[in-house]
């Protein structure tokens, strides 16, 4: 049984920073891609941040110079470091984990951060 489980969101004030996490169980996760999508309300998902097996990040303009996006494969773990959130941060977070050969495509279930005073 494949599992992506988040944790570490919240509501935060702008300015203040968040750690997002997701446990992976039930892959062979030091092969995987990982990334963080967010969806708000009325809007399509986004990729955030991604990393590859490698190692290598790369982020979508939105998080660029405020997210780092890294992993720990001895814990199979994934980690969103947010700072100097905005309100329009405010989405669901969601875990992804993809491979190829075979292709495989996994989702976290969400977690909500919310970016309000």
């Known amino acids: 049984q494949v599992q992506l489980v988040e944790s570490g969101g919240g509501l935060v004030q702008p300015g203040g920073s968040l750690r997002l996490s997701c446990a992976a169980s039930?892959?062979?996760?030091?092969?995987?891609?990982m990334g963080w999508y967010r969806q708000a309300p009325g809007k399509q998902r986004e990729l955030v941040a991604l990393?590859?097996?490698?190692?290598?990040?790369n982020y979508t303009d939105s998080g660029k110079g405020r997210f780092t996006i890294s992993r720990d494969n001895a814990k199979n773990t994934v980690y969103l470091q947010m700072n100097s959130l905005k309100p329009e941060d405010t989405a669901v977070y969601y875990c992804?984990?993809?491979?190829?050969?075979?292709?495989?495509?996994?989702w976290g279930q969400g977690t909500q951060v919310i970016v309000s005073s």
């Open positions: 992804n984990a993809r491979r190829l050969r075979p292709t495989v495509n996994y």
């Open positions: 039930g892959i062979i996760f030091r092969i995987y891609t």
């Open positions: 990393i590859t097996s490698g190692g290598i990040t």
